[in-house]
């Protein structure tokens, strides 16, 4: 009786757990989409020459250009994160291939890294 009142014990545990960092994982890939779709926003607005901020924040943050001009994209195609057709069921890496690329674009990508 006692092994499977600690069995019983650690299902329950463990499908806890598991719940926890689900929804961990969704609130991580939703925060990351917020923040995209802020950075487009904050290149969108700025007045200047987009191209010459974007290669100088790239370096001075450490990311690449390509991101930033997918983040650029990103708000441009959605300009409010509630009309993404998944909702916060999505992550970062399916917005740019569902939404920002064409085929042909990912596989020249997939050369170039």
Known sequence: MKASLATLNIDRIAEEIKDTLLVAEFEAHWTLIEAYHQIGKIIIAYPGDRTKLVQGVAVR?????????????????????????????????????????TPAEDKKQDHEC
Do not use: C, H, M, Q
Not at 70 to 93: C, H
């Open 61 to 101: 943050i450490e990311r690449s250009e390509r991101t930033l001009w997918y983040a650029v994209k990103f708000a441009e195609t959605f300009k409010r994160l509630d009309y993404i057709p998944e909702g916060v069921n999505v992550s970062w890496n399916k917005v740019i291939t569902k939404y920002l690329t």
